[in-house]
């Protein structure tokens, strides 16, 4: 359905010092950057992230948040160990989510600038 999402955020050094550990840590590159953006993905960029003035004002009771398919139940880990060290926080640690569905293993986190993301695998190990 989506070709790309993209996001604003503060300080992109600091965006990118975090995207670069969590999304790494789930096989996904940065594969454009320049002093004002970011673009991550695989084969093509899917986020891309802007250095902006007034970024959307964080809102846990919003229900927005991004989930990026992970390929193992081990890159959930790492995704979130790897963004908790990259200065995000806790929203959510690895584990399966049986209230999701039988298979259903993710973790979750909030970026430096008050974004909630997700990590899925469906096939838990």
Request: aromatic share 12%.
């Amino acid at each position: 359905m989506f070709d790309h999402v993209s996001i604003g955020v503060r300080e992109i050094a600091r965006s990118k010092r975090f995207y670069d550990a969590a999304l790494g840590a789930l096989g996904y590159d940065c594969l454009s950057a320049d002093e004002s953006s970011l673009g991550y993905g695989k084969d093509s960029v899917g986020l891309w992230i802007g250095e902006v003035s007034a970024p959307v004002p964080p809102n846990r009771e919003s229900n927005l948040h991004f989930c990026f398919v992970a390929p193992t139940c081990q890159s959930v880990d790492a995704f979130h160990a790897a963004a908790l060290t990259a200065g995000g926080t806790d929203n959510g640690k690895p584990g399966l989510r049986e209230s999701y569905g039988p298979d259903y293993y993710a973790a979750f986190v909030v970026d430096p600038d008050g974004y909630r993301l997700e990590a899925y695998c469906g096939k838990p190990a």
